[in-house]
């Protein structure tokens, strides 16, 4: 009855909520790079494809991590048995400039395929226009059923991420591929491949004027800003922002896949912009492993990464809405972690330690080093997970805003002409459905 009076559903949704997803009965292997093989049932695109295999821990939102840029060249195994049980949502927003204009984390499923134990055939959710495997069919990533991903998760905290082969139709029954056929992702700069190529503003109206260098961002990452009234300028992940750095109020530097070694011009630069520029700074994921590049700490790989939403974070000092003491449950998905050195570069402090393992989640700039810059290695967006640490958004802005209020009595004004978007490629409609296309 409750239900019934609460959730109405959209007519168009109405008709397609629990229709059966179009499972096929193509057979479908997963080969790891060490050896074994797990066969079961092609749910998705009838390819075979290469990636590398991960496991997330994630309970729900299987729609936003799968649209996630930073899950690029990977095989997602999701350790939740029943996954799509809710389908999948029509994935367009609004067109307008306060947002980009999907309802998930990009237009595109990102990862390389999925793998799950029992992929529901039926779905049913109010917003829900279609089912898993037909969304995985539509976008020619392959996707397979009926393994045992508790044997594989195991494997996986076993031996480490592992390079695996996804063979379906014919192709699975082949033998597997030889070790040096197996494709690895980490060789190549994925950043490039998901980052915008040319700049865009989202909100040109907020009050505060934030750049965000765009390593592969999620969707929420931006709307986060935007809905805290920040203009946000999205710029590509190896923009020389120090050519632009004093018509904005703060820096942004998102999430983003693969090896972070691969953006090492970006933290040489942002390094120059941390000696020349006193604004806020903040970085999530990619973003917070570049900053500690730029302080000059040591990114390394993790033999599994953190994947789910599980994680809890020990907050080691306070700022903003963070208090020192509290530990924080957080969303995460990375494979590459910072150092954690003993003494911390000068000027530097652990902010964040993750509970179960003890690496680096956050670090951040001294009290008396004069400035507030802060990354963090999960996802205080959430878009899926919790949002115990969202606030942290609130902060960033509110921190551009008393940066800029102070300095306003010894700055000159600026002339409104002095936006560099003026110089910018600048299409009267924002590309924000080709950004992560
Ligand atoms: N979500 C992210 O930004 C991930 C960062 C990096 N690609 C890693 O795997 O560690």
Redesign the pocket.
């Given at each position: 009855m409750l239900g019934r009076q609460f959730i109405r559903m959209p007519r168009f949704a109405r008709g397609l909520a629990t229709q059966a997803g179009p499972i096929t009965n193509l057979p479908a292997t997963l080969h790891l790079k060490t050896g074994q093989s797990f066969h079961g049932r092609s749910f998705g695109a009838p390819k075979s494809i290469f990636g590398e295999t991960v496991f997330s821990t994630s309970i729900t939102s299987y729609t936003e991590s799968m649209t996630?840029p930073?899950y690029r060249g990977q095989i997602l195994v999701f350790t939740t048995p029943l996954i799509g049980n809710y389908g999948v949502p029509l994935n367009k927003a609004p067109f307008d400039n306060q947002d980009v204009g999907v309802v998930l984390e990009s237009q595109n499923i990102q990862c390389a395929a999925v793998i799950v134990g029992d992929v529901a055939e039926k779905f049913s959710h109010y917003t829900a226009v279609e089912s898993l495997a037909s969304w995985c069919q539509r976008h020619g990533v392959p996707a397979i059923t009926g393994v045992d991903t508790r044997a594989i998760t195991r494997l996986l905290r076993d031996q480490g991420t592992t390079l695996g082969r996804v063979a379906v139709g014919s192709d699975a029954s082949l033998p597997a591929p030889e070790a040096q056929e197996f494709w690895d992702p980490s060789t190549e700069n994925l950043v490039d491949q998901v980052s915008t190529k040319v700049p865009y503003q989202l909100n040109p109206g907020g009050s505060i004027k934030i750049a965000v260098l765009d390593?592969?961002a999620k969707a929420n990452i931006l709307r986060s800003l935007v809905r805290r009234d920040a203009a946000v300028t999205v710029l590509p992940w190896n923009y020389d922002f120090n050519a632009v750095s004093d018509q904005y109020d703060g820096l942004f530097l998102t999430?983003?896949?693969?090896?972070?070694g691969h953006c090492m011009e970006a933290a040489l630069k942002l390094r120059r912009t941390l000696q020349e520029w006193d604004k806020p700074v903040f970085g999530?994921?990619?973003?917070h492993?570049i900053i500690g590049m730029a302080a000059g700490l040591e990114a390394y790989r993790m033999t599994f990464?953190n994947r789910g939403h599980n994680q809890p974070v020990l907050a080691l000092a306070s700022a903003g809405s963070i208090k020192a003491g509290r530990v924080y449950v957080t969303s995460q998905?990375?494979?590459?972690?910072l150092k954690l050195e003993d003494p911390f570069p000068q000027g530097w402090e652990p902010f964040f330690i993750n509970c179960n393992d003890s690496s680096v989640e956050g670090i951040k700039s001294t009290a008396d080093s004069g400035r507030k810059v802060w990354g963090v290695q999960f996802?205080p967006e959430s878009a899926g997970g919790p949002l115990d640490t969202i606030e942290m958004f609130t902060d960033f802005v509110l921190e551009c805003k008393a940066h800029k209020l102070q300095t306003a009595s010894f700055t000159p004004q600026k002339s409104v002409d002095s936006s560099p978007v003026d110089t910018f490629v600048k299409p009267t409609v924002m590309p924000r459905i080709a950004v992560h296309a």
């Open positions: 996630d930073s390593f592969g999430n983003g896949p693969g090896d972070p999530i994921c990619m973003g492993q990464g998905n990375h494979q590459y972690a996802h």
